[in-house]
């Protein structure tokens, strides 16, 4: 009897792409995908140990399938990617009923887990590696418009808040070729666009190929293929790669480039290697040289020994930026980072207020700059059924905005003309003014 697994997928689009890559390993070993988890053989959860908020939602979800596995006691439950790497035997040791853990550069393994999970027997696999980057692995992925091809892993970057490089190890990338040749087989299947992923994506370096050369030859696939990245770090924002994203139209004109703060003495101390004039000058010329580029960023509100004024700095570089859009955190303290031992000394209200001053600030302006796209045209890409209605696609333009729209006739993967009636902080509205026939993106 052909076994199914359920897999139930947590935080970063790194972690949506490795489950694609576990599918894939796994579908490969004549397991079947379930389609819910109440008909499945076992449940994994894809988990995300960035913030102490993300693991709790994962602790509640778990306490769901403990339930579950109640009922049926050979369910077998596994904990996989950045929470099965932190917490590694100890999740073993305080859930009973989870029965796997395996950490995200382990996953060849899962099938013989797995098979040994059914015959009874408990399994823990988190030995971190410095070459794997699954290459050779076709990721299982759902027909579609927009894929994400992960192309490389890992952090070598140890801001000081981050649990990353202990959850995901040190950087490595997968080659050129092997992912030229993956997004080859995307665009044949009918894929339009797809976004390049690491959690330190510029810093790809494939032993020859930078990352500005991955993206000219990624780009030169397809000049219909919209290519996209994220997230990139600052540091390795070269002058090549600035010149790559402006010289072909298809490579899309949206850099998300994380601050994390306004203030230099906590850029400091988060080991960010750059100065907020630094960031400002490299944010000066990306815009020259990249006419028309959309910006977002990661903020981070709270760190350790955050004062007002520091914080009053990251609202003025806000200001000053102007980016279309954010994400935005209160700090979470995370064991064996160097900032866990400075103390976590910023009062939870504190922390709160000034996020939820950081998030007002940005959805203001979002809203204008957002507001200034009215009575103007913009091409977007048809991406999917609008969330408030089936009588409307949404589409999204190459600064990563999304577009509602009247069906009228088009489908999905379509590129069409828009002029932009109205606007919120999030969204845009348009009325359709002509297909696009000619290939561009
Ligand atoms: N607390 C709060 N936010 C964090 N991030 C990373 N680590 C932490 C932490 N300990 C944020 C950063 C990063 C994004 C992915 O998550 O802003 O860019
Ligand atoms: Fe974490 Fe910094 Fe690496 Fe991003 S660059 S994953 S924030 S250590």
């Given at each position: 009897m052909r076994r199914s697994i359920y897999i139930e997928t947590y935080g970063c689009q790194m972690n949506f792409a490795d489950t694609e890559i576990v599918n894939g390993i796994l579908n490969e070993q004549g397991y079947e995908l379930a389609k819910d988890v109440d008909t499945a053989d076992a449940i994994f959860m894809n988990t995300c140990a960035i913030r102490d908020n993300a693991e709790q939602r994962i602790y509640g979800r778990l306490s769901n399938f403990e339930h579950l596995k109640k009922r049926n006691p050979h369910l077998v439950i596994g904990i996989l990617g950045c929470m099965a790497e932190r917490l590694r035997s100890s999740l073993l040791e305080e859930n009973s009923s989870v029965d796997i853990v395996c950490g995200p550069d382990e996953y060849r393994r899962l099938p013989a887990l797995i098979d040994e999970a059914f015959q009874g027997e408990k399994g823990i696999r988190t030995q971190l590696s410095r070459v794997e980057t699954y290459n050779d692995i076709v990721p299982l992925r759902t027909d579609g418009i927009s894929a994400w091809v992960s192309v490389m892993r890992g952090c070598?970057?140890?801001?000081?808040?981050?649990?990353v490089p202990f959850t995901r190890g040190r950087e490595r990338s997968r080659t050129l070729e092997g992912i030229v040749g993956e997004v080859r087989e995307l665009v044949g299947r009918g894929f339009r666009e797809v976004t390049l992923l690491g959690q330190n994506v510029n810093s790809y370096l494939d032993g020859t190929n930078d990352f500005a050369t991955l993206l000219e030859a990624v780009a030169a696939i397809d000049p219909e293929l919209r290519v996209r990245f994220t997230t990139s770090h600052p540091q390795d924002m070269s002058p090549r790669l600035i010149d790559a994203i402006a010289g072909r139209p298809n490579i899309c004109s949206f850099i998300h480039l994380p601050f994390q703060s306004g203030s230099d003495r906590i850029l400091e101390l988060m080991n960010r290697t750059y100065t907020r004039a630094h960031y400002l000058e490299l944010v000066g010329r990306i815009r020259a040289r990249i006419p028309g580029v959309s910006m977002s960023t990661d903020v981070i509100a709270g760190f350790p020994t955050e004062t007002e004024d520091d914080h009053r700095d990251t609202l003025s570089l806000m200001e000053e930026l102007r980016y279309d859009g954010a994400f935005m955190f209160k700090y979470s303290p995370r064991e064996k980072t160097k900032a866990w031992k400075m103390g976590d000394d910023v009062p939870d209200d504190v922390k709160g207020r000034r996020l939820e001053e950081i998030i007002e600030l940005q959805r203001r302006i979002s809203y204008e700059n957002n507001k200034a796209l009215i009575g103007g045209t913009e091409r977007i890409l048809l991406e999917g059924p609008s969330k408030r209605s089936q009588e409307e696609w949404m589409g999204r333009t190459d600064t990563n905005k999304s577009v509602i729209v009247p069906k009228a006739g088009f489908s999905v993967g379509q590129y069409i003309d828009v002029r932009i009636v109205s606007a919120t902080s999030a969204t845009l509205f348009g009325e359709i003014v002509d297909e696009v026939s000619t290939r561009a993106a």
């Open positions: 070598d970057k140890f801001c000081t808040y981050c649990v």
